[in-house]
């Protein structure tokens, strides 16, 4: 199993850019579907963004299509989020994801990082 590790949220102003990090440990990271997921309070986790193993696919969320992108580097064993033209109600707990199946529903995910806030001020 992939354990991951989040790193890179923070406090930025509307408008301001952030790039979040996700770290795995394991040998499969390179054929893991990777994904970001965010969490505001009182809501639902929802689907921010996902990346194929080769890192030739990406889907995004509505909220975020244009703002966000989703990389990742297999020699690194690391994926990123990066954030643009934040908005207030981006602000959420992300967390990166790990999972065997091309899915933007966070059930087909196995591993979860601890996540990482992103607090957008106006």
């Known amino acids: 199993q992939v354990q991951l590790v989040e790193s890179g949220g923070g406090l930025v102003q509307a408008g301001g850019s952030l790039r979040l990090s996700c770290t795995a440990s394991?040998?499969?990271?390179?054929?893991?579907?990777m994904g970001w997921f965010r969490q505001a309070p009182g809501k639902e986790r929802a689907f921010v963004a996902a990346i194929t193993g080769s890192g030739g696919n990406t889907n995004y969320g509505n909220s975020v299509k244009g703002r966000f992108t989703i990389s990742r580097d297999n020699a690194k064993n690391t994926v990123y989020l990066q954030m643009n033209s934040l908005k207030p109600e981006d602000m959420a707990v992300y967390y990166c994801a790990a999972g065997v199946w091309w899915s933007m529903s966070a059930a087909n995910f196995r591993s979860w990082g601890q996540g990482t806030q992103v607090t957008v001020s106006s």
């Open positions: 394991g040998r499969t990271f390179s054929s893991s579907v």
